[in-house]
């Protein structure tokens, strides 16, 4: 099947960042969406938690996950309030219409845009896969198994920060907001997130400003969604006109590859490490602890 990336306005999907255009790309048919074998079913893996024989204890794979049960749903682990971004050159808005549902059926659709987008974008070790809807209901020790990962350590989230302390006439290559990639098993730093953000912008040859001057708060729920275009737990990279930072932990995983969300909610992406930060200029900091 022959897909255009302007086309995703007539699938009824969100018009993300300011990606560039490209001629029609060939995509192999995606899978139907079904739970993974190995993961069985959502209720009988709910159901198993309450069910372990009288006397017997169920043991998990405890690497990292001592954050797991916290980790359910795709927040970072501070406290944040949502803010509403001020436009400047440094924010591009990727929709301001409200989101569609997206239904089952839909996912596929989402799936063969978003491979093109990646595609489009030289990212050649995308790799997409449907989950269940009770996903984010399970231990990371579940996902990490439905997902095939090699641990924990390689569930990830993508997450919007906001300097809102940054002037509405602020100079251009100042950075309103970050996209900022960590994992489920780390909690995010914003003091060291803020040294990231003043590297970055020191790159750009821009004076140094005062620590007083940053403030970086989680965008989140219908803020955060106008602005990428992708609901809550859905938040992807792809195609985005926002810097990324990436955690230095995930640059340093063994197997050179994460998870993270793929554009739905039920819908996840692998990425290699060396690729992100080559073809998406993501920056490596160490941004959690």
Not at 185 to 211: C, D, F, H, M, T
Not at 278 to 287: G, H, P, Q, R, T
Request: proline share 4%; aromatic share 4%; net charge negative.
């Amino acid at each position: 099947m022959t897909i255009f990336l302007n086309s995703l306005v007539e699938l009824g999907l969100p018009v993300v960042g300011a990606a560039k255009q490209s001629s029609a790309i060939t995509l192999q048919k995606a899978p139907a969406r079904q739970a993974s074998t190995a993961a069985s079913s959502c209720s009988n893996s709910l159901a198993s938690k309450d069910q372990s024989a009288p006397g017997t204890t169920a043991t998990t794979n405890t690497t990292n996950t001592t954050n797991a049960k916290a980790a359910a749903t795709d927040t970072t682990n501070i406290t944040a309030t949502a803010a509403t971004p001020t436009p400047n050159a440094t924010t591009t808005a990727a929709s301001s219409a409200p989101l569609q549902e997206l239904s089952d059926d839909s996912i596929q659709a989402v799936e063969k845009a978003m491979a093109a987008k990646a595609q489009d974008l030289g990212l050649t070790s995308a790799q997409f896969k449907a989950v269940d809807p009770c996903y984010y209901d399970q231990e990371l020790e579940w996902r990490r198994d439905v997902l095939g990962a090699n641990s924990v350590d390689e569930l990830c989230k993508s997450v919007i920060m906001e300097n809102t302390k940054l002037a509405p006439d602020a100079e251009p290559g100042r950075l309103r907001c970050v996209l900022v990639v960590v994992q489920y098993v780390a909690k995010l730093n914003k003091e060291r997130l803020i040294k990231a953000v003043q590297a970055i912008e020191a790159s750009r040859n821009l004076p140094a400003l005062g620590k007083k001057q940053y403030n970086m708060r989680l965008l989140e729920g219908e803020t955060c969604a106008k602005m990428t275009g992708f609901e809550h737990n859905a938040v992807t990279p792809l195609g985005l006109d926002i810097p990324i930072v990436l955690s230095d932990k995930i640059a340093e995983l063994p197997s050179g590859h994460f998870w993270l969300g793929g554009g739905h909610v039920d819908l996840k992406l692998r990425l290699d490490v060396k690729e992100v930060t080559e073809k998406l200029n993501a920056v490596v900091a160490d941004v959690t602890g």
